[in-house]
């Protein structure tokens, strides 16, 4: 795996993991963003993302085409 292929999957790991979870979101290399709301609908495989938003459609996301991850830097109310 290349190197900026690992630290996109470290970010992505550690906002999944992070408490507590702020949405975030994940921009393709294509242009097209997918909003992560709920770190369960999200699972890391080997070489891609399962994306399971919430219409129910699941997406399969090429880690080798992911660009960028954004933070929302939104915390839910405590």
């Given amino acids: ?3 900026r292929e690992e630290t996109i999957l470290d970010t992505i790991r550690h906002l999944k993991r992070q408490e507590p ?3 975030f ?3 393709m290399s294509s242009g097209d963003r997918y909003l992560v709301e709920d770190p369960d609908a999200l699972a890391i ?3 891609q993302l399962h994306y ?3 219409s129910g459609l699941g997406i399969h996301l090429r ?3 992911v660009l960028a991850v954004e933070e929302m ?3 839910p109310a405590a």
Avoid: D, G
Wanted: aromatic share 10%; proline share 5%; glycine share 0%.
């Fill in 1 to 3: 795996m290349a190197e």
């Fill in 21 to 23: 979870f702020s949405a």
């Fill in 25 to 27: 979101r994940i921009v």
């Fill in 45 to 47: 495989a080997t070489s």
């Fill in 52 to 54: 399971y938003p919430r």
């Fill in 63 to 65: 880690l080798n085409q």
């Fill in 73 to 75: 830097n939104e915390r």
